[in-house]
């Protein structure tokens, strides 16, 4: 086993326990206390694919804004945070049965393809990927138009969210 | 001569024929290494941040006509070591129902938060530290740990002060991260790179003078992100006793506070790096690694040195108005800036340097000059409307 | 090196965990605390592929980012809608909000 | 190397310095706890009351707006680095965008949304 393998094994068994924890705490600030350390596991094994701009913006914009979203909502919803029988619905036993099953045939179907033998390439010299990411951002023949629609669709969730939860007096 | 060039290079050869000389593979040699020279600049750091509080003590004290520490060796030198033996020595209490797993991370992840962001300074044309091609995000990432910190902090204590102050803090470290992250777009554009050593490199004339209204910004922004007065809404001593680090003592105290310190001297460094130069200096930084370390942080000192006389100038700001500036004001200049300088980037492709400069600069000017008229007018408006003059009253009639 | 197989593991793994929180939680905000899980494998299926595809062509990580700005409108509606239910029915558990039963 | 090796031990090196001080501090200094000294701290006062407090909705609506803003920044960062070579066209799209995200400030400042108070 080499140096990389293992550091992939130590993140990956840490990102899947945090990830667990986050499904089973019953104190919600410390599922989404979790949450964040399972995100940057997550980070990491971006960092690991080499994928730096995903990284980054993994930890800007799922630690930086979208888990102090959370924080904040259940801030605002706190009176249910404690004391509130189980966590668990009554079917859990059910859900635990479907996530093994989705669990099991995920794997069959790794196992069963036959591209999983790929194996990395090498980065060409002057290969930027920020930059080719750019390109393919903004290019008329590329991915222009998703670059606009996220806009749009930012815009609409910015719109209706805040209609949603201000408070009319 | 080779070693006043580029001392990283010429340390590392020499520590990598050591070490291969005791059998050691080349990775793990590299590895540890890079580990030493880490450690040895994160070391530098914490000396520097002890002198940082002498400094801080020293420049308010004048600002409030004081002399500040003077007793302690020669100007006080001494006051900062006898404060850490303090703060070492000092019992450390933890508050009955605190969360004592976050209590404990939360200076530990602030300290982290502000000594990461040194892994993408460069220091010199051959140390540029580690350069990645997305160093200004991983600034803003960096910053992003720093407000999981003060959450942690003020939500593990157990205290309703801190847990006031956190959210208060968060809520304006959130909102003004918008005009920073809009203006590092700006330095990004000139450099056509996310890297912070190729933005200073392509820094032959000074960003500042290129979109100063850009600097002036990132400038405010940047004392927002510390919580530093004006905006230093977290600690509102007045309200909220200390703010969200009102449990902590001793050294976990002690952690918040160096750790505000260094990353306002760190601000310091990167307005200096995005804006004016870095460690560029009319080619002095070409004659030796350590020359261009000295420009780069006296640069840092003087923008440090802006960051403290604000602090010590402007009162704190209530935090509806803090809020208002930001989204009313700061956000949209700053978004304003950002399509005319990129517009002025496009027109202004093929035209001759000096036309560029002057073209970017006035476009600066003017951005600058319309928003402060609409923002005057605004005001009037407002205040007309509030005292019951003038137009605005006459027309809600 | 890594096999590729390892990532789409992984992947698995934390898809199927957050799958037994969106289907065994209560509270609301756990659930979307799940869903924030799913994309995240997602995520890292796209980044592996591209890594391990031809890396000249960024396709997976323009869908990678297209994800982070669809999990970001579905985060801050989800959570501005939990916040709403709150305020009239003081309650974030799932079961308890059941207006639409009879 | 990756360059996100040395990142790494940054990482390292920026918890092992923090974590060292405070270790440090925890030999050196006295424990001598007891239930006063642990009381939460109110001004010197009785504490009232346990430490939960309601926040008003105001908090997420600045958070929810951070949210949006960050992720639309975070999409123009690419175009910022490839802007000099694309010409006047990405120029547009990227203005397009910065508009389209303005009309969504101006309708959340309009609704009078923004508002602390």
Request: glycine fraction near 8%; charged fraction near 10%.
């Amino acid at each position: 086993m080499t140096v990389d393998q293992i550091i992939f094994l130590v993140i990956a068994a840490g990102t899947l326990i945090a990830a667990f924890r986050v499904v089973t705490t019953g104190n919600l600030i410390h599922a989404a206390f979790w949450l964040i350390a399972a995100l940057f596991g997550v980070a990491a094994i971006f960092a690991i694919l080499h994928a730096s701009f995903l990284a980054v913006v993994q930890v800007v914009v799922y630690i930086g804004a979208i888990s102090m979203l959370f924080i904040f909502a259940v801030m605002l919803t706190r009176k249910d945070m404690r004391d509130q029988g189980p966590q668990l619905n009554r079917n859990w036993g059910f859900g635990a049965f479907l996530a093994a099953l989705a669990f099991a045939g995920l794997v069959f179907l790794v196992h069963g393809w036959s591209g999983v033998a790929k194996t990395a390439s090498a980065f060409p010299s002057d290969f930027d990927a920020v930059g080719a990411l750019g390109n393919a951002l903004v290019s008329p023949d590329a991915y222009v138009l998703p670059f606009e629609v996220a806009s749009v669709l930012l815009v609409a969730a910015l719109i209706g969210a805040v209609y949603v939860a201000y408070n009319r007096k | 001569m080779d070693f006043l060039k580029d001392p990283l290079k010429v340390a590392a050869d020499w520590l990598l024929g050591i070490f291969s000389g005791w059998g050691m593979p080349d990775l793990w040699a590299q590895v540890l290494i890079g580990f030493l020279g880490i450690f040895i600049l994160v070391a530098l750091l914490m000396v520097l941040d002890i002198f940082l509080v002498w400094i801080e003590r020293k420049v308010v004290s004048r600002f409030q006509s004081r002399i500040g520490p003077n007793r302690l060796g020669p100007f006080g030198l001494i006051q900062p070591f006898a404060d850490i033996i303090k703060l070492l020595i000092k019992e450390d209490t933890t508050p009955e129902g605190a969360d004592r797993t976050l209590y404990n991370l939360a200076p530990i992840l602030s300290m982290m938060s502000v000594l990461i962001l040194w892994a993408v300074v460069p220091l010199a044309p051959s140390i540029l530290g580690v350069d990645l091609n997305i160093g200004v995000l991983y600034i803003i990432a960096a910053g992003a740990i720093g407000t999981l910190s003060i959450i942690m902090a003020g939500w593990s204590s157990n205290n309703k002060y801190s847990l006031i102050g956190a959210f208060r803090e968060a809520a304006v470290m959130l909102s003004f991260e918008i005009p920073m992250l809009t203006v590092m777009l700006i330095p990004t554009i000139f450099a056509g790179s996310m890297g912070i050593g190729a933005i200073t490199q392509a820094q032959d004339t000074w960003n500042f003078f290129l979109a100063p209204l850009a600097a002036v910004i990132f400038l405010i922004a940047a004392i927002a992100e510390l919580g530093r007065s004006p905006f230093d809404m977290g600690e509102a001593e007045s309200e909220l006793v200390s703010g969200y680090n009102i449990e902590y003592s001793g050294m976990k105290f002690g952690m918040f506070y160096a750790g505000e310190l260094l990353h306002a001297f760190t601000f310091g460094g990167f307005w200096a790096i995005l804006f004016f130069g870095g460690y560029r200096f009319f080619g002095l930084e070409q004659v030796s690694a350590f020359l261009a370390i000295a420009i780069l942080f006296f640069k840092a000192f003087i923008g440090y040195w802006i960051i403290m006389w604000v602090k010590y100038t402007l009162l704190r700001i209530r935090i509806d108005h803090m809020l208002a500036f930001n989204w009313k004001f700061l956000t949209p200049v700053a978004f304003v800036l950002l399509m005319t300088t990129a517009l002025m980037n496009a027109l202004l492709a093929d035209a001759s340097n000096w036309l560029y400069i002057g073209g970017m600069f006035l476009s600066n000017i003017l951005v600058a000059w319309i928003s402060l008229e609409v923002a005057r007018s605004a005001s009037r408006w407002e205040r007309e409307r509030v005292e019951g003059t003038g137009y605005a009253a006459r027309r809600t009639e | 090196m890594v096999p590729l197989s390892w990532y789409l593991i992984f992947s698995a793994a934390l898809f199927s965990i957050g799958l037994f929180g969106v289907l065994s939680r209560r509270n609301l905000i756990a659930i979307l605390l799940g869903i924030e899980l799913m994309l995240n494998s997602v995520n890292v299926n796209l980044a592996a592929f591209w890594r391990y595809g031809d890396v000249t062509n960024i396709t997976g990580q323009v869908f990678a980012v297209i994800v982070f700005a669809v999990a970001a409108a579905e985060v801050s509606v989800g959570l501005a809608l939990v916040i709403s239910v709150y305020r009239k029915r003081n309650t974030v558990i799932a079961d308890e909000i059941d207006m639409l039963k009879f | 190397m990756s360059s996100w090796v040395y990142i790494g031990l940054f990482l390292l090196v920026g918890l092992i310095i923090p974590v060292g001080a405070i270790v440090a501090a925890w030999v050196l200094a006295p424990k001598k706890s007891n239930p006063i000294k642990q009381t939460t701290y109110e001004c010197g006062i009785e504490t009232v009351g346990d430490s939960w407090v309601q926040f008003k909705a105001q908090y997420y609506i600045f958070a929810l707006v951070f949210l949006i803003f960050d992720v639309e920044t975070v999409f123009l960062f690419p175009w910022a680095v490839k802007l000099n070579s694309l010409g006047m066209f990405a120029v547009i799209e990227g203005i397009v965008f910065i508009l389209i995200l303005i009309v969504g400030l101006v309708y959340t400042w309009r609704k009078g949304m923004l508002e602390w108070v």
